[in-house]
């Protein structure tokens, strides 16, 4: 099979796309396809991985157009058609009207793996990209508990409907993909983004912090929840199954309520 990775080289600032021809195996991820490329054609490639588990994140990355992880995506898979994922089309996604035809990049997705870095970050170098941005954007949420009154001495009680309801979110490994499928973070940087939102929403209805909307504004703006056009690209692409797209919707209706939507709204 053949593998085409988007290449950019930071010292001369050259980019463009080169095609590795790769033995597929049984068994075979993307990931495990790049270290063939890196251990046997070309040592030079870049990309970032950790775990190879699906459990960091670090290896999100646009694969057939689609935001994935690429330590879970079978090469198999993409070849024969079966991992297919339609999105709601976005800059980093949208080309010219030929079959194989996405973002001005031509390729056969039968005999080829397309493979090019997160959209909406800057690239660093080939599949590397800065998630600074990310995780300011994520850092500005205050993404950790805030314990309503006193701590107590061994643990919070928790009803288990509770728990199942908060994992819907607390399953997010912070990999960007659902960023990096947003047709809104395409058009702004100052969107928060569903990484974050759906976070924020999960401290909202965890019933250890204090029964108030104090976490929903927070986000109370175009900026935040407000900003969100429903794509549902982010629930398409998530490697976990969350599902920032019905924390939003779920937050905007209950700032409707309480009758604190954005000052343009009112």
């Given amino acids: 099979m053949k593998v085409k ?3 950019f080289d930071p010292e001369t600032g050259r980019e463009g796309y080169e095609t590795f021809d790769v033995k597929p195996e049984p068994g075979m991820t993307v990931l495990d396809a790049l270290f063939v490329i890196q251990n046997s054609l070309d040592d030079s490639l870049a990309f970032r991985y950790a775990c190879r588990g699906a459990i960091c994140g670090s290896c999100a990355m646009l694969i057939n157009k689609v935001p994935r992880l690429a330590c879970r995506t079978q090469v198999a898979r993409l070849l024969d058609g079966s991992d297919s994922v339609e999105l709601k089309p976005y800059p980093a996604i949208e080309g010219g009207p030929e079959a194989g035809e996405k973002g001005g990049q031509k390729w056969n997705p039968a ?3 397309l493979i090019e870095p997160l959209p909406h970050h800057r690239v660093l170098k080939d599949l590397v990209v ?3 941005k990310f995780f ?4 500005a949420v205050e993404p950790a508990l805030k314990p309503a009154g006193e701590v107590p001495e061994r643990e919070f009680r928790m009803e288990e409907n ?3 309801e908060l994992e819907k979110y607390t399953n997010c490994i912070l990999c960007g993909a659902c960023v990096g499928a947003c047709p809104v973070n395409s058009k702004t940087g100052e969107f928060l983004g569903p990484a974050a939102l759906a976070k924020l929403y999960r401290f909202h ?5 204090a029964a108030d909307d104090s976490r929903l504004l927070c986000a109370n703006s175009r900026e935040g929840w407000w900003g969100c056009e429903f794509h549902t690209n982010c629930m398409r692409v998530c490697p976990k199954g969350v599902q920032p797209n019905v ?3 779920n937050a905007r209706r209950r700032l409707a309520e309480i009758g604190r939507k954005p000052p343009e709204d009112k």
């Avoid at 300011?136 to 850092?139: A, D, F, M, W």
């Avoid at 209805?205 to 912090?209: F, K, L």
């Fill in 205 to 209: 209805i965890d019933t250890r912090e």
């Fill in 130 to 132: 800065d998630i600074e």
């Fill in 111 to 113: 005999e080829e793996i």
């Fill in 5 to 7: 990775v988007k290449r």
């Fill in 136 to 139: 300011c954007l994520y850092r």
């Fill in 247 to 249: 924390g939003i919707g």
């Fill in 162 to 164: 509770t728990v199942r």
